[in-house]
């Protein structure tokens, strides 16, 4: 079954304390990106990936790093939380972007607050 | 600079309503796609639809159609007779940069009421 799975699906943790969230995807997709998901904003998107090794910034990186050592991973990588990224984030892949014939699959998401 | 608007935050209606969900986008990329994506209430997001720049024939399937208007740079969707599972916050997106870079709309909660 073709997935995007997250973990962990919930966390609480406290500022400062580095964390990562790990998204892997079993489709061999070369694109892989995060967003997070916050009430009136809707998605932004906060790292994208092209592939392995080739990663650049989406909308909102501010506090956040991301490596694309493997194919099938993208963690997302908070060195130092702050409340203000307590959110819903999603890892989504897809075969290159929104290339023809293709969708993009979505992780169920993280919810991660910061205290 | 690219930026998706969805104006109307919330809507709610009766079942068996016909309901429109507005989306406006702007972009100076003369490539690009616009996508649907369902929120339910569980969170996780379900792809609904996307469309490219260049294809402005309006969609149907099933109960939900799209309407793509580039002169006006919307892309609106249209349930028809809704129904209580149609509940959800539906989120028009944008992509540009060779599909790499996405934006996403604010999103509109749909209530639909039996």
């Known amino acids: 079954e073709a997935q995007v799975t997250q973990n962990p699906r919930y966390l609480i943790t406290v500022t400062g304390k580095k964390l990562t969230v790990t998204c892997s995807q079993n489709m061999n997709h070369e694109y892989m990106s995060w967003y997070r998901q916050d009430p009136g904003l809707g998605l932004r998107q906060i790292y994208y990936s092209m592939n392995v090794e080739v990663t650049d910034k989406g909308d909102v990186p501010e506090g956040y790093k991301v490596s694309r050592k493997e194919k099938r991973n993208f963690p997302l990588i908070l060195e130092s939380p702050s409340p203000n990224q307590t959110s819903l984030y999603f890892c989504a892949s897809s075969l290159r972007g929104a290339p023809s014939g293709n969708t993009i699959y979505f992780g169920e998401g993280s919810w991660l607050t910061v205290v | 600079a690219q930026k998706v608007t969805q104006a109307q935050t919330e809507i709610s209606v009766v079942e068996k309503e016909d309901v429109t969900l507005d989306c406006v986008y702007e972009t100076r990329d003369t490539t690009y796609y616009l996508f649907w994506y369902k929120q339910p209430p569980s969170g996780e997001l379900v792809f609904l639809i996307r469309r490219n720049s260049f294809d402005e024939q309006n969609e149907i399937s099933g109960r939900y159609s799209w309407n793509f208007q580039k002169s006006t740079s919307s892309f609106n969707f249209t349930i028809t007779a809704s129904q209580v599972v149609d509940s959800a916050v539906y989120f028009c997106?944008?992509?540009?940069?060779?599909?790499?870079?996405?934006?996403f709309g604010s999103g509109t909660k749909l209530n639909v009421k039996p």
């Open positions: 997106a944008l992509s540009v940069q060779n599909f790499n870079k996405f934006y």
